[in-house]
């Protein structure tokens, strides 16, 4: 066993006994460098299906593979050693049934090393929640705005408007609780009924546009550090790494075409003293 002295991951059980207590902090995180930045100040990181939005240019979750999910979970593995890691299972991979379920999440824990995997809610999920829970496999439900059934919902819509919506989305809640999800992500619901689902749930409930009434919260990290255009109300923004990104390559575009960069700083002359090119230095 390695001598060196590793720091211990949030596990599982720390999640849950933070319900009620000190706010969880969550992000989600898709690649090495971001999980590096991000691992200390958070105790969880997602490895979100908003991947395909954020990262390839799709216009939904719907195309995202697991294989996608694989690979990117292994990056953000790579880059953390603190928070505890959770993926998301992509759209058609665990709602046909307990052992889809099974295959697709044991087969995300194998081979990135994750600690949990994220479902949504949807008809007959949370049996496979349940047997998943019983094999071993922590799971994260997701209820309320469900971004994999928007093609059903008509597009992105925050739940709970009417007497039916709101008496589905606590359904979902307890159904979630009940087969032993660790923790719920509670998306797009207005404040009190987001301060219902966490007063009966006995898991830590993870808010995202519901308010600051839930046990902690989560943002889809480009959001916050300003990388669109266009965020909805509930983002709020840190950072506005979109100009920032504009301005530099605007003035590395004009350096290159005016011939001052490379200068002579920049310019390999003595090669007796230059490293290695791999290397950084
Ligand atoms: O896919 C995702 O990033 C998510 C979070 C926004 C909760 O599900």
Not at 7 to 19: G, T, Y
Not at 110 to 115: E, F, H, L, S, V
Not at 120 to 133: P, T, Y
Not at 187 to 201: F, H, M, R, Y
Request: glycine residues 10%.
């Amino acid at each position: 066993m390695s001598k060196s002295k590793k720091i211990a991951r949030i596990s599982v059980p720390q999640i849950l006994s933070r319900k009620g207590g000190e706010k969880i902090v969550c992000l989600t995180a898709y690649t090495t460098p971001i999980a590096e930045l991000l691992d200390l100040h958070c105790d969880l990181l997602l490895v979100g299906d908003s991947v395909g939005m954020v990262l390839h240019g799709l216009s939904s979750p719907i195309g995202v593979s697991l294989e996608m999910m694989i690979l990117h979970a292994q990056a953000v593995m790579r880059g953390s050693d603190h928070a505890l890691v959770v993926v998301d299972l992509p759209f058609s991979t665990y709602e046909r049934g307990a052992d889809q379920a099974f295959r697709s999440a044991s087969k995300v824990l194998r081979k990135t090393g994750c600690q949990a995997v994220k479902v949504e809610a949807a008809e007959g999920v949370a049996e496979s929640v349940a047997f998943l829970v019983s094999r071993g496999i922590p799971v994260m439900g997701h209820i309320g705005l469900r971004p994999q059934s928007l093609n059903v919902d008509g597009g992105f819509k925050a739940k709970g408007r009417t007497d039916d919506e709101r008496e589905r989305v606590l359904k979902e809640a307890r159904a979630m609780d009940d087969a032993g999800a660790f923790a719920i992500v509670v998306e797009g619901v207005a404040p009190d009924l987001a301060a219902e689902i966490t007063s009966i749930v006995k898991a830590p409930t993870i808010g995202i546009g519901a308010s600051n009434v839930c046990d902690g919260q989560i943002l889809v990290t480009d959001d916050l550090l300003g990388m669109f255009e266009w965020t909805p109300k509930f983002v709020r923004r840190y950072a506005d790494i979109r100009g920032l990104i504009r301005e530099a390559v605007t003035r590395y575009s004009q350096d290159v075409r005016s011939g001052s960069f490379p200068g002579d700083g920049e310019t390999y002359r003595d090669l007796t003293k230059a490293n290695s090119f791999l290397v950084r230095q």
